[in-house]
C-alpha cells in the first residue's frame, strides 16, 4: 500500500530563506507525486506533479520539487520565501495502476518570519 | 476551462439534524468525484469517491453516505449529525484518462452544535 510521511507538521522560514518541505514516500509500483498547497479556508491548489518524466520539477509560485527514487523522496523547495508562501502543504502519492485515490500526507504548516 | 462549484460555503447544524452538501464540476465530462473531510488541525481523510453515475464507494464506515445522481454532481449527505461530523468538506474531481492529479472545490466548513 502506498503511504506518504511529511517531516514536520510545523515550518517556520524568515522571508527571503530557502524553503525545504520534506516528503517521503512508500509505493510498491512506481507513484505518482504530488504537492498541492492549501490557505487558510480555501481547498487544495496543485502546486506540482511528477509523473514519471524529468525528476525535477517546476510548478506554481517559484516552487519545485525533486523525485529521487533511491531516497523515496519528494522534498518542495523554494529558494526565496515571500511572507504568501505562509501555508499548509502537502504531498501526495498516487499509484499508476488504478489511480483512482490519493495518498495524502498530513500536511506541513509553513510560518514565514519578517 | 474546468470549475468546481461546492455549497454552502458555511453551515452550522444542531445535532440530530440532516445534512446535505452538494458538488458540481464544469467543463469536463465522466469526472471521478471525491468527498474528503479534514476536521480540525488534521490531514484530509477520504469519505467517498465515485467512478460513474450511480456508482459509489466508501471508504470509511460513518454517519454520512454520498451520491451521484448526474454525471457532474456529487451529494453528500446525512440522516442524523453528530458532533464529530465538524469539519471542513472537501469535494475533488479527476479527470478519467491520462491524468492523475485531483482538483478541489474551495470547501464548505460544517459546525454541528
Known amino acids: 500500500a502506498q503511504s506518504v510521511t511529511q517531516l514536520g507538521s510545523h515550518v517556520s522560514v524568515s522571508e527571503g530563506a530557502l524553503v525545504l518541505l520534506r516528503c517521503n514516500y512508500s509505493s510498491s509500483v512506481p507513484p505518482y507525486l504530488f504537492w498541492y498547497v492549501q490557505y487558510p479556508n480555501q481547498g487544495l491548489q496543485l502546486l506540482l506533479k511528477y509523473t514519471s518524466a524529468a525528476t525535477l520539477v517546476k510548478g506554481i509560485n517559484g516552487f519545485e520539487a525533486e523525485f529521487k527514487k533511491s531516497e523515496t523522496s519528494f522534498h518542495l523547495t523554494k529558494p526565496s520565501a515571500h511572507m504568501s508562501d505562509a501555508a499548509e502543504y502537502f504531498c501526495a502519492v498516487s499509484r499508476i495502476q488504478g489511480a483512482q485515490k490519493l495518498v495524502f500526507g498530513q500536511g506541513t504548516r509553513l510560518t514565514i518570519n519578517p | 476551462s474546468q470549475t468546481i462549484h461546492q455549497w454552502p460555503a458555511t453551515l452550522v447544524q444542531p445535532v440530530g439534524s440532516p445534512l446535505s452538501l452538494e458538488c458540481t464540476v464544469e467543463?469536463?465530462?465522466?469526472?471521478?468525484l471525491y468527498w474528503y473531510r479534514q476536521a480540525a488541525g488534521r490531514g484530509l481523510q477520504l469519505l467517498f469517491y465515485?467512478?460513474?453515475?450511480?456508482?459509489i464507494s466508501s471508504e470509511v464506515p460513518q454517519n454520512l453516505s454520498a451520491s451521484r445522481p448526474q454525471d457532474r454532481q456529487f451529494i453528500l449527505s446525512s440522516k442524523k449529525l453528530l458532533l464529530s461530523d465538524s469539519g471542513f468538506y472537501l469535494c475533488?474531481?479527476?479527470?478519467?484518462?491520462?491524468?492523475?492529479?485531483?482538483?478541489f472545490g474551495p470547501g464548505t466548513r460544517l459546525t454541528v452544535t
Open positions: 465515485s467512478v460513474g453515475i450511480g456508482q
Open positions: 467543463g469536463t465530462s465522466n469526472p471521478n
Open positions: 475533488a474531481w479527476r479527470r478519467t484518462r491520462n491524468s492523475y492529479e485531483q482538483y
